[in-house]
């Protein structure tokens, strides 16, 4: 069964560095995201791309954050310099279409961890 | 935030169904539904969804009232795997998102021997 995969699993940076969040969406979607979870608080949309654009974002996603799809088939999100509020597992998801009645399929999530 | 209402915490006996209640009272008509579990910090894992009529899949049922004000998730026999964070999303529709899934602090159902 195909699935959403990301890596690292684990990732420890130091304040102010920039890291990147991989993930490889399932091969036939179009539809993009990103959400993260700080530990023992809600799942959180961050946001969502099509077509090679953002769709959508919240205000969690400011200028410190971007996303990109580098080729055909990673998707990335990059903290430019990270804070130490910005530890939290973070999330991919895929989906076929953005409409309502499209499930979308959630990877295994990577552990941000920022001292 | 989200649009529906689930409580906190449930038990369940393995092999028994285990049945989770959602009110979502404010549904629009072409909003669907949709169920989320959580299984300790991994990715959420899709269960199913519905719009008017009862779904049926290998996972689970969802039961979606007339009204559609609210829906009960049933888990036919459950298993310790099943002890998880289940959560109830109404799906925003179309015309207001690109589809993204906004979670509630859902149901922590555990599963016990």
């Known amino acids: 069964e195909p699935e959403v995969t990301q890596t690292p699993s684990h990732q420890v940076t130091q304040m102010g560095q920039e890291v990147i969040l991989r993930c490889v969406p399932i091969?036939?979607?179009?539809?993009f995201y990103w959400y993260r979870q700080i530990l023992g608080q809600k799942v959180e949309f961050l946001v969502s791309f099509y077509n090679n654009e953002i769709s959508e974002k919240s205000e969690i996603f400011d200028d410190q954050f971007s996303v990109e799809r580098p080729d055909g088939s990673n998707f990335t999100l990059k903290i430019r310099s990270t804070k130490l509020e910005d530890s939290a597992m973070y999330f991919c998801?895929?989906?076929?279409?953005?409409?309502?009645?499209?499930?979308?399929?959630f990877g295994p999530g990577t552990r941000l961890t920022v001292t | 935030d989200a649009k529906t209402t689930q409580p906190p915490s449930m038990d369940c006996a393995e092999g028994r169904a285990a049945n989770l209640p959602c009110n979502h009272s404010t549904i629009s008509g072409n909003e669907y539904v949709y169920w989320y579990r959580q299984i300790h910090s991994q990715g959420p894992q899709y269960i199913i969804h519905?719009?008017?009529n009862n779904e049926t899949n290998e996972m689970a049922s969802l039961i979606i009232t007339e009204d559609r004000k609210s829906s009960t998730l049933i888990l036919p026999h459950a298993t310790l795997r099943d002890t998880a964070v289940y959560y109830c999303?109404?799906?925003?529709?179309?015309?207001?998102?690109?589809?993204?899934?906004?979670f509630g602090k859902g149901t922590k159902l555990s599963v016990k021997p």
């Open positions: 519905g719009l008017k």
């Open positions: 091969s036939n979607h179009l539809y």
């Open positions: 999303i109404v799906r925003l529709n179309y015309g207001g998102s690109q589809g993204n899934l906004i």
């Open positions: 998801a895929s989906s076929e279409g953005k409409r309502e009645y499209y499930e979308q399929y």
